[in-house]
């Protein structure tokens, strides 16, 4: 089972990181909010007749759980992508992919603020390495730019977006015992829902774009993979070896972004994002292998910090 939850979280980091380079390539193709609205609209028409039967079945604790399952939607797919989507206007598609590694440390700190969850020795370990990439990164090689909170607009924004997928991936554990497939389609229908706002402000702003043949291209990419597929295989990952551990091969995300933005953007690399790569995926592989170690140890053995 672990080994099923391996597999399907590559295939969710890899189509994330494919979401970056999408959202750059809509730069000027599409407007963010009208890409985070127009992408629910068609994962809802994906999942819907697929979906069903379960949301018959599973409509009594849908119902009872609902505001949950709402605000998972909005925080985890509306809010999430539109700040995505406008980072990418302000800062490179690198950068977005590298940036999303903080993910994890995020779901840590939140485990341990909310719920008293201790994470071990490794895992911090690997929190401060990630943490020391992820400020590299938002740095842009100049880590005195953060003491002096001289940090590009656009990567404030993705870290904003970290934060509440953060939160999203946290709270999870509370979502109600119900099919996959409603589950998604529930929390598709709540970011669709959420987003009408969004999109109106861009209109009344005057910054909606509408889809161009490009930005139609984009938007089906989006809500297929990263929205439907991704979404999917992130839960049922969460469902098999947990939160904490399942958020760290987010750490993944940048080593495909960053490698898909190469290729089909065309960005520049810089010696400062070489580095910043490598401390994020040593961070991932020690708490990986701490989670790993304690999920399989005795419980007397288990996470040597909690017995404190």
């Known amino acids: 089972m672990q080994n099923r939850a391996y597999a399907l979280l590559l295939l969710t980091t890899l189509f994330w990181g494919g979401n970056a380079v999408a959202g750059k390539l809509a730069v000027g193709q599409v407007s963010p909010f009208a890409l985070t609205f127009l992408r629910w609209i068609i994962a809802l028409a994906i999942l819907l007749p697929m979906s069903w039967k379960p949301l018959r079945r599973d409509w009594p604790q849908i119902r009872a759980n609902l505001p949950l399952l709402f605000l998972l939607g909005t925080v985890g797919f509306t809010f999430f992508n539109a700040a995505l989507y406008s980072a990418l206007t302000y800062t490179s598609a690198v950068n977005v992919s590298i940036e999303q590694a903080a993910i994890p440390m995020v779901i840590i700190i939140l485990n341990f603020l909310i719920f008293g969850e201790r994470a071990t020795w490794l895992q911090l370990t690997g929190f401060v390495l990630s943490l020391a990439g992820i400020s590299l990164t938002a740095s842009h090689g100049d880590l005195s730019r953060?003491?002096?909170?001289?940090?590009n607009f656009?990567?404030?924004?993705?870290?904003?977006?970290?934060?509440?997928?953060?939160?999203?991936?946290?709270?999870?554990?509370?979502?109600?015992?119900?099919?996959?497939?409603?589950?998604?389609s529930v929390l598709a229908t709540a970011g669709f829902v959420s987003a009408i706002p969004f999109?109106?402000?861009e209109y009344a702003a005057g910054d909606f774009i509408m889809p161009t043949l490009k930005g139609w291209i984009i938007i089906l990419y989006t809500a297929s993979l990263p929205s439907v597929l991704s979404q999917i295989f992130y839960i049922r990952s969460n469902e098999i070896i947990g939160p904490n551990r399942a958020g760290l091969f987010v750490n993944l995300v940048p080593i495909f972004g960053t490698m898909l933005s190469i290729i089909i953007l065309g960005e520049a690399f810089y010696l400062y994002h070489a580095i910043a790569l490598v401390l994020v995926?040593?961070?991932?592989?020690?708490?990986?292998?701490?989670?790993?170690?304690a999920a399989t140890a005795p419980p007397r053995e288990r996470a040597p910090l909690d017995s404190r």
Do not use: N, Q
Not at 154 to 181: C, E, N, Q
Not at 281 to 293: D, P, T, V
């Open 146 to 151: 953060i003491a002096e909170l001289d940090i």
């Open 154 to 184: 656009g990567d404030f924004l993705m870290l904003l977006a970290v934060l509440f997928y953060g939160i999203y991936t946290l709270f999870l554990r509370s979502k109600p015992d119900i099919h996959w497939l409603s589950t998604i």
């Open 199 to 201: 999109v109106a402000w």
């Open 281 to 293: 995926f040593c961070g991932i592989s020690l708490a990986e292998y701490s989670g790993r170690k």
